[in-house]
């Protein structure tokens, strides 16, 4: 843990060397937020619900869904540029250390407009969404259990390079699909498309089902969505120690026989 917090604190450093720029990210990003859900007002001024869900409910999902994604790239910004540095060879100074690699590549950059989403996601929760202080634990829980998928997602997207050499820029548009996904209410989809978003994109364990969680005060889903965490952070490590085997320094990817 200290190892993980040293890496955290020089992330976060690098981030702010320039304070005003990555203020400016922070309130450009938290700007962008509420603009997007102008569009839910439009629809909500029109019509009373959307399938029984009605403007608070989607205030909660937008909201889970900007802290979920503000947490991953704020704390584990590597994420984004994981299949650059496997694909360029810039993994060789990571797997010199005595621990492993990982964690250390996920911790490597910090985004400071993540703060900005996660700032955001307060305002959607207890301004627009209308929930109490007493309830921000529970979507605390809720928001971080989705952090965990969006960072297990992005990995497993960024270890395509391991197999695809010159994969970052699918992996960059299938973690953006990820999100575009995610900041919209899952449940006026068919079972095949909710199917897809259970498993495939996983985006269903980003808001969706969080947000039932929270409003319904269900324990099933909250234990659905911890268990989702813990399997998928399980599955992209270890996607990533198998792509480890194929990789060789200086970006050559060869199959182990």
């Not at 395509?160 to 899952?186: D, R, S, T």
């Not at 259970?198 to 234990?223: G, H, N, Q, S, Y």
């Not at 399997?231 to 990789?247: D, H, K, N, Q």
Request: charged share 10%; net charge neutral; glycine share 8%.
């Amino acid at each position: 843990m200290t190892y993980l917090f040293s890496l955290l604190r020089m992330s976060i450093g690098s981030a702010f060397v320039r304070p005003l720029a990555g203020l400016s990210a922070v309130v450009l990003m938290a700007a962008n937020n509420l603009l997007f859900f102008i569009t839910f007002v439009i629809y909500f001024h029109n019509f009373s619900s959307l399938k029984g869900w009605v403007s608070e409910d989607i205030a909660l999902l937008i909201g889970t869904t900007c802290w979920a994604f503000g947490l991953a790239t704020f704390l584990a910004g590597g994420i984004r540029d994981l299949a650059n540095t496997i694909t360029n060879g810039g993994l060789d100074p990571y797997l010199g250390r005595p621990r492993h690699p990982l964690p250390a590549l996920l911790l490597s950059q910090c985004q400071p407009s993540g703060l900005g989403d996660m700032a955001s996601g307060v305002v959607f929760w207890v301004v627009l969404g209308h929930r109490g202080l007493g309830d921000l634990p529970l979507l605390l829980l809720v928001g971080t259990l989705a952090a965990i998928v969006v960072t297990a997602t992005a990995t497993l997207f960024q270890c395509l390079a391991y197999w695809l050499p010159g994969a970052a820029l699918l992996a960059e548009e299938l973690f953006q699909m990820f999100m575009m996904v995610a900041y919209y209410p899952e449940h006026p989809f068919g079972f095949a498309v909710r199917l897809i978003l259970l498993t495939v994109f996983r985006a269903a364990f980003v808001a969706m089902i969080p947000v039932e969680a929270v409003r319904d005060a269900d324990p099933l889903k909250l234990a659905a969505c911890a268990g989702a965490a813990f399997i998928y952070a399980g599955l992209a490590w270890r996607v990533f120690e198998m792509g480890l085997r194929r990789y060789t320094s200086g970006s050559r990817i060869i199959e182990l026989r």
